[in-house]
């Protein structure tokens, strides 16, 4: 099997859009007979990364590589940068507004998530510039 | 046990039934913070919940749930149910509050 890469344009703001990109990954892996674990792993970790994205960097650019031994999700965007990584990553830490959490969001469980669900995870991030998250998902 | 089961025993509201004999093996969820469902739903599971916003058919979808029941007399917003029906999720509804339905579903699922 050769590699397939994946490339979504994840619109910001708009929250009823989002987990688009990760139901398309999601069908496609299906349909290539992925273990459902493998699926829901990656479902979570991408699903969580748009919803990032989305509220606060104004969207970006998601990108699936699926290979042989892992899948690598990396979302790239230019919003406003984390200042703090570490403080981010706390469970329960968030600087969503209330808007987005009265939709159920911003509860301060998304990094944790993607870290808890992916084997690998990176972030890059500049204040200013933008932010780039990695997640490689190995498959069993 | 399957959903539409489910729908019998539970006396539950059918919102959007796209797979009644799905079973359920999963137990079962409650909560209303999108990113703890995401993370703790269980898969073919059934998840309660007041949140009746369009990302729940999202999070539904992507964590494999057999169904959503949306409580406390809650009903979907008119994007949840289109996505429901495009996205094939299961939605349900029930007059009780999500503690009492969970105790419910327990006992109908075997305790």
Redesign the interface.
């Given at each position: 099997m050769e590699s397939l890469r994946l490339t979504f344009q994840v619109a910001g703001g708009d929250?009823?859009h989002?987990?688009?990109a990760?139901?398309q990954v999601?069908q496609t892996l299906r349909k290539m007979g992925y273990d459902?674990d493998t699926i829901?792993r990656v479902?979570?970790c991408m699903?969580?990364g748009e919803i990032n994205m989305v509220i606060h960097a104004n969207g970006g650019t998601a990108t699936v590589d699926v290979g042989l031994d892992d899948i690598t999700i990396t979302l790239a965007d230019v919003g406003p940068g984390i200042p703090d990584v570490e403080q981010a990553m706390q469970a329960g830490f968030t600087t969503a507004g209330d808007q987005v959490r009265d939709?159920?969001?911003g509860?301060?469980?998304?990094l944790?998530?993607m870290k808890?669900?992916s084997d690998e995870m990176n972030i890059e991030s500049t204040v200013g510039v933008g932010t780039t998250v990695t997640m490689v998902v190995r498959i069993p | 046990m399957t959903v539409q089961e489910l729908v019998s025993q539970l006396e539950l509201t059918v919102f959007h039934l796209e797979d009644g004999g799905r079973a359920v093996t999963g137990g079962g969820y409650c909560g209303?913070?999108?990113?703890?469902v995401?993370?703790k739903a269980p898969?073919d599971g059934v998840w309660m919940t007041i949140?009746s916003?369009?990302?729940?058919a999202?999070?539904a979808?992507?964590?494999?749930l057999a169904c959503v029941i949306l409580t406390e007399s809650v009903a979907p917003d008119d994007?949840l149910l289109r996505k429901a029906e495009l996205?094939g999720i299961n939605l349900l509804g029930s007059s009780l509050s999500t503690y009492e339905c969970a105790v419910k579903l327990s006992a109908a699922l075997g305790g």
């Open positions: 929250l009823t989002a987990g688009e990760s139901s999601k459902s829901r479902s979570v699903y969580e939709l159920g969001f509860a301060g469980m998304g944790p998530n808890k669900y | 209303d913070l999108l990113s703890w995401m993370g898969a949140m916003n369009v990302n729940v999202a999070v979808a992507l964590t494999d994007p996205q």
